[in-house]
Nanobody, 115 residues
Framework: VQLVESGGGMVQPGGSLRLSCAAS????????MSWVRQAPGKGPEWVSA????????YDADSVKGRFTISRDNAKNTLYLQMSSLKPEDTALYYC?????????WGKGTLVSVSS
């Protein structure tokens, strides 16, 4: 199993970014997927999750209405569209396999929101 995140970077408050997670080594379309973040000096925080078909999504209250999780099963890729970014969104963002009991994680991509 391999999960490789990309798309992070530095952005000003109010800006947008789209994160991607390329999955390999398993049947991507058979698993719910999640995004989790970890801010500097803090523990992991679950952000969003999506079911196998992409029709059902779940979002943390902290990102609801600003972040959108999606997936392309034909490309084995998970996405996180982030808008109206705030300084408190600064974190290392990980994609993870499954929604409950996440068993594999990528190495993360860094998002920094600062003016």
């Amino acid at each position: 199993v391999q999960l490789v995140e990309s798309g992070g970077g530095m952005v000003q408050p109010g800006g947008s970014l789209r994160l991607s997670c390329a999955a390999s080594g398993f049947t991507f379309s058979s698993y719910d997927m999640s995004w989790v973040r970890q801010a500097p000096g803090k523990g992991p925080e679950w952000v969003s999750a999506i079911d196998t078909g992409g029709g059902i999504t779940y979002d943390a209250d902290s990102v609801k209405g600003r972040f959108t999780i999606s997936r392309d099963n034909a490309k084995n890729t998970l996405y996180l569209q982030m808008s109206s970014l705030k300084p408190e969104d600064t974190a290392l963002y990980y994609c993870a396999r499954k929604r409950d009991g996440m068993d594999y994680w990528g190495k993360g991509t860094l998002v920094s929101v600062s003016s």
